[in-house]
Nanobody, 121 residues
Framework: QVQLVESGGGLVQPGGSLRLSCAAS????????MRWYRQAPGKQRELVAQ???????NYADSVKGRCTISRDNAKNTVYLRMSSLKAEDTADYYC???????????????WGQGTQVTVSS
């Protein structure tokens, strides 16, 4: 199996910054696209950012210019650097990845447990 473990969440003041990390471990044959989603209370989960194996990125309009997604393929880790944080960024942030666990199996979708980000003064 594959585990995704997020870290780096917490309480931050408006205008502040955070860096989230997500480390993938387990039976990883190949790690493909990695993503960050978030879910605010009472709202649907939304895609925040995605990064491909080759480093191509895309972002939700709500975070463009304020967030940077990156990955370290040697460590099977994806990061989300967030700055100029706003109250509306408050949410649980989830890591998601497409993973092949074997050369004979197709890609599967894996999720982390989430890390909470609260933006408040």
């Amino acid at each position: 199996q594959v585990q995704l473990v997020e870290s780096g969440g917490g309480l931050v003041q408006p205008g502040g910054s955070l860096r989230l990390s997500c480390a993938a471990s387990g039976s990883i044959f190949r790690l493909y696209a990695m993503r960050w989603y978030r879910q605010a209370p009472g709202k649907q989960r939304e895609l925040v950012a995605q990064i491909t194996t080759g480093g191509s990125t895309n972002y939700a309009d709500s975070v463009k210019g304020r967030c940077t997604i990156s990955r370290d393929n040697a460590k099977n880790t994806v990061y989300l650097r967030m700055s100029s944080l706003k109250a509306e960024d408050t949410a649980d942030y989830y890591c998601n990845a497409d993973v092949r666990t074997s050369v004979v199996l197709p890609r599967q979708d894996y999720w982390g447990q989430g890390t909470q980000v609260t933006v408040s003064s």
